[in-house]
């Protein structure tokens, strides 16, 4: 049974930072491209970056770039997205997704459950 787990979301100053991690259970996690999506209340969700299963290619929204970074530790199965000088239209649930293959803007085949992001001004 595969499983994303996501921790290290909460409430945080406008400028502050984040550092989100997602642990992944029951796939080979090595083989697969993992993403970060992020929905707002009352909006759709929204692709945030995305990690190729090396690890050697990202891929990022142009409104979070040059502030998140997105990584992973293969030997931990565990991907990370570190986010700097948070904005307030950055909270939101943020989600990890991993998908067999190349880095998708949309498409994955399994999700996690999520977890909270809150930027206060």
């Known amino acids: 049974q595969v499983q994303l787990v996501e921790s290290g979301g909460g409430l945080v100053q406008a400028g502050g930072s984040l550092r989100l991690s997602c642990a992944a259970s029951g796939l080979p996690f090595s083989r697969y491209a993992m993403g970060w999506f992020r929905q707002a209340p009352g909006k759709e969700r929204e692709f945030v970056a995305g990690?190729?299963?090396?690890?050697?290619?990202?891929y990022y929204a142009d409104s979070v770039k040059n502030r998140f970074t997105c990584s992973r530790d293969n030997a931990k199965n565990t991907v990370y997205l570190q986010m700097n000088s948070l904005k307030p239209e950055d909270t939101a649930d943020y989600y990890c997704a991993a998908r067999k293959g190349t880095v998708s803007y949309s498409t994955y085949d399994y999700w996690g459950q999520g977890t909270q992001v809150t930027v206060s001004s």
């Open positions: 990690i190729s299963w090396s690890g050697g290619n990202t």
